[in-house]
């Protein structure tokens, strides 16, 4: 079985229509950083999402950049809540907005949201459909040890739910592919053209076509080959893997 990822083609086709529609499959997380592309493609893909996200101290990050309510409010504020201010709980309490607190500490906030979203689904009487599509603004800057973890997050979710899971940061679009072949849309001066292949699930074999430097049917992995800083050469990007693979690609999304 072929899968047709349509990279980031799927934010714009979730983010960009001007009918003030949701998407009912489609979920924003926003992560305790800074919300990359905040006055570009986030406010698009916030308007859009059924399920609107913050992750604890995100919520923080989401009242700076839109004090006066020009976002709508999240629906949920997620995590175990020890970065989230007092006055911005209580806006957005008196907003609406849920503020749901797991109080362990054997997992992170990034995984407290998606527990949240999946206990929301099934109380909404979606259990057992097809996973909506979570879009995360945040989680691939600042500490090393948080960069890892959002990756382990992606490879798990993936390998457990088979989550789709898009990872949008200042520089990159990231996300998993899965064991087989993928065909991954390229749109030309958006996407790329440095873009790599990462082996975090161990070691894979790798066949592309597109890239400038093509793999056949090499073995990468974390302390091998790894295909860093490869570029992208056609407007779809084939990749048969023997197992899940991180896409990571330059993303340049267009201004409004």
């Known amino acids: 079985m072929v899968l047709h990822h349509p990279g980031s083609s799927a934010l714009y086709s979730a983010g960009n229509a001007d009918d003030g529609s949701q998407d009912p499959q489609l979920a924003v997380l926003v992560l305790n950083q800074a919300i990359p592309h905040a006055h570009t493609l986030f406010p698009h893909v916030w308007r859009r999402a059924t399920h609107r996200l913050c992750i604890d ?3 923080n990050h989401l009242h700076a950049h839109s004090p006066h309510e020009a976002l709508e409010r999240p629906t949920a504020i997620v995590g175990d809540l020890d970065s989230l201010t007092a006055p911005v709980r209580a806006h957005y309490e008196r907003q609406g907005t849920v503020v ?8 992170t906030d990034f995984m407290k949201g998606l527990r ?3 206990e929301h689904l099934a109380a909404g009487g979606s ?3 097809t996973p909506c599509t979570v879009v995360v603004f945040g989680g691939l800057s600042g500490r090393l040890d948080h960069v890892m973890h959002t990756l382990k997050v992606l490879l798990n979710e993936h390998t457990e739910r088979k989550r789709r899971i898009l990872v949008v940061s200042e520089d990159n679009l990231t996300f998993v592919l ?3 072949e993928s065909r991954v849309c390229v749109t030309e001066g958006r996407d790329g053209p440095t873009c790599g292949l990462l082996p975090l699930a161990g070691e894979v074999i790798l ?3 597109g890239l400038r430097w093509n793999l056949s049917e090499q073995v990468s992995s974390f302390t091998g080959l790894m295909s860093t800083s490869n570029l992208v050469e056609a407007a779809e990007v084939v990749v048969r893997a023997s197992a899940p693979v991180v896409w990571t690609c330059e993303f340049h999304p267009e201004t409004q």
């Open 57 to 59: 101290g995100g919520a």
């Open 100 to 107: 749901h607190r797991y109080a362990d500490q054997d997992s």
């Open 116 to 118: 949240y979203l999946d």
């Open 127 to 129: 259990r057992g459909t």
């Open 207 to 209: 066949s592309t076509e």
């Open 178 to 180: 899965p064991e087989g």
